[in-house]
């Protein structure tokens, strides 16, 4: 099982940018499909963007297509997802997830293994 330590989130404005990170130990994390997911009060967890093992293919929501970026670098054993022009409708806990499957879902009941989460508060 791996396990994921997510890193880099903070208060920022409108309009910034913030570059989250999700390290993982454990099992061999190029095995792994990855995602980035973010939970608000009062909302359902929501799937944000999914990157397949080798980084080949990347899905994103139609909130954050254009502004988010997901990537991986499978010999550092991370995943980051850089967040551009930010609004404050991306306020939220954001989770990093593994999923041992080899299709690039976005499908949350598909992953299984999560991080902790890091809190990102966008103010107008």
């Known amino acids: 099982q791996v396990q994921l330590v997510e890193a880099g989130g903070g208060l920022v404005q409108a309009g910034d940018s913030l570059r989250l990170s999700c390290a993982a130990s454990?099992?061999?994390?190029?095995?792994?499909?990855m995602g980035w997911f973010r939970k608000t009060p009062g909302k359902d967890r929501e799937s944000v963007a999914v990157?397949?093992?080798?980084?080949?293919?990347?899905v994103y929501a139609d909130s954050v297509k254009g502004r988010f970026t997901i990537s991986r670098d499978n010999a550092k054993n991370t995943v980051y997802l850089q967040m551009n022009s930010l609004i404050p409708e991306d306020t939220a806990v954001y989770y990093c997830?593994?999923?041992?499957?080899?299709?690039?879902?976005?499908?949350?009941?598909?992953?299984?293994?999560w991080g902790q989460g890091t809190q990102v508060t966008v103010s107008s």
């Open positions: 997830a593994a999923s041992p499957l080899p299709l690039a879902t976005m499908a949350i009941e598909r992953y299984d293994t």
């Open positions: 454990g099992r061999t994390f190029s095995s792994y499909t």
């Open positions: 990157i397949s093992r080798s980084g080949g293919r990347t």
